[in-house]
């Protein structure tokens, strides 16, 4: 469910019509709806109400400022992976004791910050990593908690380009090899050995990839007990889906994943943690875009938008999925027409759909990207010198904007000519 609903033949967010936003903002705009993020925010805190637990948003997905203050005022955790996001997430409001700090690659200098400001745990992904770590807290004459990533090659059925927990991925430590690596961990000074972490992926829409590796985390967790390792948490990670297309059948529930989660490690007497972020913040934006042209080609007619992969990378990057609604609701029995969405920039892979199935549009007429809030303003760029995209709340009635859109000024202003030049 979202609060993007067409009343009076027009799309609102919430109570703003979004050619309001439109007019005053300008398009392409990012529009977030403040129900949205609080009701599934509040699914996965009633999906784990049985137990200790903390559900930690994946600031990855979405990192505006309002967005994270929002989450944060409601009690989440914050699910980091770099030295940029921990400072977003403690100039939001969170208290470092509600931040997880996680990522392949973390720096010394990334690692140091996070100490000093605070810290729930980190997440550590290698020996290299770990033994990093330890040596910064000794120095520092410091004890840090943390989590050893375990990857338990378990297929997680999604993009090859969002999966993290098969044994040809990047992401953590062999889950053969945990043992011998948690007495290492155990052994090294600054460390104190907590819990274990497993991600399997992002997208998932099948719950059977989260209870394979899940009931293998409860294996290690019982191994490494006998060891000696007092082993109090489990981050068991994100990657629940979303419904990207409506006449699709829905991903399951966080109530059902809750559910996996109870019958696979619910018996182990630890505290939960998971990183959700696009089944929080996917359906909670939209990416709002004005028509430039109705261009005819020799087989087919192109909508020329004046968003582009740079406001919005995943169907470039991904091929991924997104509704494009016009903003005027469709009369009963209107006919429809295919179209090639695309953007301005110039490469044939600024497409965002072929095909799509729109009534018929014209110059000036306003679309809407569906289920845009995550992984879509925080991977924007300025490709082609177009300015950032800027990112706008609603809650209720009123709307402000959270992030503005540059200046072509500020855009040049960025960079220097050298006096030898």
Partial sequence: MDHFQYKHGELHAEDVALSCIAQHVGTPVYVYSAATLTRHFGLFRQALAWTDHLVCFAVKSNSNLAVLKLLGDL????????????????????????????????????????????????????????????????????????????????????????????????FGIPISRAIEVYAEAAALPGLRVVGVDVHIGSQLTDLDPFRAAYAKVADLTRALRAEGHAITRLDLGGGL?????????????????????????????CEIEIEPGRNIVGNAGVLLSQVIYVKRGEDRDFLILDAAMNDLLRPAMYGAHHDIVPLIEPSVGAGVQPYDVVGPVCESGDTFRKGAELPGMAA???????????????????????????????????????????????????DSIPAWL
């Fill in 241 to 269: 889906g979303i419904p990207y297309r409506r006449d699709n059948s829905a991903p399951p529930l966080p109530l059902d994943y809750g559910q996996v989660i109870r019958e696979t490690v619910g018996d182990l007497a």
């Fill in 75 to 170: 009690g989440a955790g914050m699910d980091v992976v770099s030295g940029g996001e921990y400072l977003r997430a403690k100039a939001a409001g969170v208290p470092g004791d509600r931040i997880v700090f996680s990522g392949v690659g973390k720096t010394i200098p990334e690692m140091r910050m996070a100490i000093e400001g605070g810290i729930r745990q980190f997440n550590l992904e290698s020996e290299p990593e770990m033994r990093a770590l330890s040596a910064l807290c000794a120095g520092m004459g410091v004890e840090v908690p943390v989590a050893v990533r375990v990857n338990p090659d378990v297929d997680a059925k999604t993009h090859e380009k969002i999966a993290t927990g098969r044994s040809d991925n990047k």
């Fill in 364 to 414: 000036g007429q306003l679309v809407a990207f569906r289920s845009a809030g995550a992984y879509g303003a925080v991977m924007a760029s300025e490709y082609n010198s177009r300015p950032l995209v800027p990112e706008v709340l609603v809650q209720g009635d009123h709307f402000a904007v959270i992030r503005a859109r540059p200046t072509y000024e500020d855009m040049l202003g960025r």
